[in-house]
Protein backbone atom coordinates (compact mmCIF):
# COMPACT_ATOMS: atom_id res chain seq x y z
CA UNK A 1 0.00 0.00 0.00
CA UNK A 2 1.04 3.55 -0.60
CA UNK A 3 -0.04 6.70 -0.19
CA UNK A 4 -3.18 7.76 -1.86
CA UNK A 5 -5.25 11.06 -2.30
CA UNK A 6 -8.18 11.63 -0.11
CA UNK A 7 -6.90 9.12 2.50
CA UNK A 8 -6.70 10.31 6.27
CA UNK A 9 -3.32 8.53 8.19
CA UNK A 10 -2.27 8.86 11.48
CA UNK A 11 0.49 11.53 12.18
CA UNK A 12 2.06 10.05 15.52
CA UNK A 13 4.29 12.34 17.91
CA UNK A 14 6.34 9.47 18.54
CA UNK A 15 6.97 8.60 14.76
CA UNK A 16 6.40 4.57 15.01
CA UNK A 17 7.08 2.99 11.49
CA UNK A 18 6.73 -0.22 12.52
CA UNK A 19 2.73 -0.07 13.42
CA UNK A 20 0.88 -0.59 10.50
CA UNK A 21 -2.33 1.05 11.42
CA UNK A 22 -2.82 2.97 14.81
CA UNK A 23 -6.18 3.58 16.66
CA UNK A 24 -8.10 1.97 13.12
CA UNK A 25 -6.19 4.61 11.06
CA UNK A 26 -3.26 3.98 8.81
CA UNK A 27 0.51 5.09 9.84
CA UNK A 28 1.71 7.70 7.91
CA UNK A 29 5.41 6.97 9.18
CA UNK A 30 4.65 3.26 8.02
CA UNK A 31 3.59 4.16 4.76
CA UNK A 32 6.61 6.36 4.41
CA UNK A 33 9.33 4.37 5.78
CA UNK A 34 12.33 3.78 4.44
CA UNK A 35 14.87 0.66 4.32
CA UNK A 36 17.57 3.12 5.26
CA UNK A 37 15.67 5.12 7.72
CA UNK A 38 17.13 7.85 6.36
CA UNK A 39 15.05 11.25 4.64
CA UNK A 40 11.71 10.58 6.27
CA UNK A 41 8.59 12.79 5.07
CA UNK A 42 7.66 15.21 7.38
CA UNK A 43 4.75 17.11 7.36
CA UNK A 44 5.49 19.96 10.07
CA UNK A 45 6.08 23.20 10.32
CA UNK A 46 4.23 24.87 7.02
CA UNK A 47 4.36 23.61 3.69
CA UNK A 48 7.32 23.07 2.00
CA UNK A 49 8.14 20.56 -1.18
CA UNK A 50 9.91 17.56 -0.56
CA UNK A 51 13.27 16.80 -2.25
CA UNK A 52 13.03 14.99 -5.64
CA UNK A 53 14.56 10.96 -5.00
CA UNK A 54 15.74 8.11 -7.13
CA UNK A 55 14.02 5.16 -6.83
CA UNK A 56 14.39 1.87 -8.34
Do not use: C, W
Request: net charge negative; hydrophobic share 35%; aromatic share 8%.
Amino acid sequence: MGLQVGVTLRYPRDRRPDAEVIDDVPNFFFLTHTPDGLGQAQLEKGINRMRDVESP
